[in-house]
């Protein structure tokens, strides 16, 4: 496979050759290629321009067709491939194409449906328009691909495509590849006029049948920069080219194919991956069967262990005597005690209820378990009435205030002066 983990089929000046890794190998036909590859073709005498037509968009390429037959370039129908276009204002649009006959077009279609395996085709200068997204910049640059008698040369920026022409040497001798490349120097400058722009920087790619022209002046010298190249046998000889460090950059998105060829290739490519995907998951999944049979395993061991000790557990266990009724006793005490009223308390009761003039010789307080039981005696100097009085309103007051009266003694003393 190749570098980036591709196979390719390379067609240029009517021949072909198949590329896998660092080894290139030339063949007859496709049908001596198997496995899914990219197949990048010149397409044997088409032609890659740009044209600035006055029709909107969705009529540019009907409009191409005819411009190109009616200035005798074509002499049966024409098919275009569009690599770029926009449109500038209303009703005129600018083109970048690829145009070759249609029954040449159909035939490079026909060969990639009838591959066995999956296989996208890519015209030449879909390459060269990749290049130009990919610079980094700013300005419009020249990418120059010279091969045998042939150099393809495309001038323009990441969004914008200048100029694109094929310049052809009558052979392969010094003089005519030095013409060639004065060709493509003469291009470079007459775009910079027509468009007033100026050209930074000069790509050139090259093949194996590349040949450097003649030193240029130095304000075009200075510009120029390879591409990285890479080592690369065919026939047991080596070769550096940079043609195919240019492939790696594009995507199957930019080829011509159909959409079904497209999907197809994609879909083999991640087949593998899948594959690889699928037999982890089922491993993660027996892997997973087989550690929780193990835990299910001891989870009904440790089962039957538990039911096991269930009849024991069914006996009645004799249940030890606890001493609580000293405790109950001394807690319902200290309930009763909360309850009952205080010995200050007491005398505010009596004081409050006793009458004027009263006097209270004794006074007897027993705290039983639930009652307090209360003696008092008291003696009043009063009038038998207002003495009787007084004891009757204190008994009174004594009953208002919660208390029971249980028994109680009213005594009188009578007691005279005597005179002499």
Known sequence: MAASGKQYVIELDGTLYKCSGDRLEQIEDLRDVTGICWFVSDFQGAISRTMTLEAPMRYTEAMVRKKLQEAGEFDEPVSIVTHWKRQKISNVTDIFFTALPTRLYLQYLEQTKSYEDSLLLFPL????????????????????????????????TRKKVFFANRSVAFDKSDEQISALWDMIMSDIRNTEAENRINVGNVLTLTWLNSVRGPDWPDDMENRLFSMEEQLVYLDE??????????????????????????????????????????????????????????????????LKGTLSQIPGLRQEAAVSEIPYKETFGFVRELGHYQKMPSFKELLGDISGALPEGVIVDSLKADFDDDEVKIEASARVRESFDMAYRGYQNFLYAMRQKGYVVSGSDFNTIFGASLSS
């Open 237 to 302: 000889e080596h070769y550096s080219v940079s043609f195919l460090k240019a492939m790696e950059m594009m995507s199957g998105l930019e080829s011509i194919s159909g959409h079904m060829e497209k999907v197809s290739y994609y879909a083999q490519r991640v087949i593998p991956y899948l594959n690889s995907i699928v037999l982890l998951v089922t491993l993660l999944f027996f892997l997973g069967y087989f550690w929780y049979a193990r835990k299910s395993e001891l989870v009904e061991t440790e």
């Open 125 to 156: 200068y879909s390459l060269l328009c990749c290049l130009l997204r990919h610079m980094r910049q700013k300005g419009p640059v020249a990418v120059v691909f010279q091969h045998n008698r042939f150099a393809d040369l495309i001038i323009g």
